[in-house]
């Protein structure tokens, strides 16, 4: 089983900046991506940042150009810095790890989720 554990959520003000983690409980070969969404209190959980297997990084234009999402995969972690943090950046993001699962002859992807964690911007 793989679980994924998350740190890093506070309470920050304006302009500032976090750092959150998530740590996958072992290592998995057949991850497809994996990255971060969040939601916010009455919205659907949307997708922020993603890098894949290969390394190909995807932003949404919401937080492109102030997060920057990373990898060590040698800890099986990745992270997600947010710089310049907006009121509108408040949610509880949550980790995800995509993987590949063969059954048979055929190839099925699976997502495993973080609890989440909550970042909060004051104005």
């Known amino acids: 089983q793989v679980q994924l554990m998350e740190s890093g959520g506070d309470l920050v003000q304006a302009g500032g900046s976090l750092r959150l983690s998530c740590a996958v409980s072992r290592s998995i070969s057949s991850i497809v991506d994996m990255g971060w969404y969040r939601q916010a209190l009455g919205t659907q959980r949307d997708l922020i940042a993603g890098?894949?297997?290969?390394?190909?990084?995807n932003y949404s234009e919401s937080v492109e150009g102030r997060f920057i999402i990373s990898r060590d995969n040698a800890k099986n972690t990745v992270y997600l810095q947010m710089n310049s943090l907006k009121p509108e950046d408040t949610a509880v993001y949550y980790c995800?790890?995509?993987?590949?699962?063969?059954?048979?002859?055929?190839?099925?992807?699976?997502?495993?989720w973080g609890q989440g964690t909550q970042v909060a911007v004051s104005s």
């Open positions: 890098i894949t297997s290969l390394g190909e990084i």
């Open positions: 995800y790890v995509k993987v590949r699962i063969p059954i048979g002859a055929r190839q099925y992807e699976y997502t495993y």
